[in-house]
């Protein structure tokens, strides 16, 4: 079995995973935490809230995701983050319909799931505007999305959860500051100084 010496791209992780080698499926896994998480964030806020961690639905989509690896026939990382989003949508959605009481698939629940999912996951594709980048640069970069996800996670926790909420989660900055027991200004300073920090990294990403 081929092992792992070096980091690697995610097209070369996954041609190592689909090898057979378990190490790099691991690790390929693990370089999508922080994009699932965001996205399993804002599933929970607008079905689940206070029923489900976030965290919880990303562990259930990394365990589906490698017992049904096999099943995955892409090669490319925007094939990859599609079919996880595929996974988290329908755990979310069995979620849902768990703390609903019903019983039995639901196909419009699921296709309703993926479209929010999906929508969401542009919406980080857009960068909140941070970067600006040539057609040429769109043809090799990695997915904007993920390394967004990425660069929020390397954010310190009060200048990440003041950009999440605004701009994620759309709320107002009174709105902001009522959830994280603050000032208004003092939530206008962190995400002011958060989004000056992300711009930084996501520049050095792309």
């Known amino acids: ?36 998480w965001l996205l399993a964030r804002l599933q929970v806020r607008r079905r689940l809230q206070g029923k489900v961690d976030p965290a919880d639905l ?6 589906k ?14 094939e990859w983050t599609a079919w996880l989003r595929q996974i ?3 755990s979310a959605a069995n979620l849902v319909r768990h703390y609903l009481g019903s019983r039995g698939r639901d196909p419009r629940l699921e296709r309703e799931m993926a479209e929010s999912v999906d929508e969401s ?18 043809a090799v970069r990695r997915e904007q999305a993920v390394l967004l996800a990425e660069a929020l996670a390397r954010l310190p926790e009060d200048h990440r ?11 107002t900055f009174p709105e902001v500051a009522e959830r994280m027991g603050r000032t208004v200004d003092s939530v206008k300073k962190l995400w002011a100084r ?7 990294l996501m520049r050095s990403a792309s």
Do not use: C, K, W
């Open 161 to 171: 959860e003041a950009v999440i909420l605004r701009h994620l989660e759309g709320l």
């Open 88 to 90: 988290l949508a329908t």
């Open 58 to 63: 990303v562990q259930e989509t990394f365990l």
């Open 65 to 78: 995701a490698h017992r049904h690896f096999v099943t995955f026939r892409g090669a490319s990382e925007r």
């Open 121 to 138: 996951s542009r919406f980080l594709e857009g960068g909140f505007g941070l970067v600006q980048s040539t057609p040429s640069q769109q």
């Open 1 to 36: 079995m081929e092992t792992l010496s070096a980091p690697s791209t995610p097209e070369g992780l996954l041609a190592l995973a689909r090898a057979g080698n378990g190490d790099a499926l691991g690790q390929l896994l693990a370089l999508y935490h922080n994009y699932l």
């Open 194 to 200: 958060g989004l000056a920090r992300l711009r930084d």
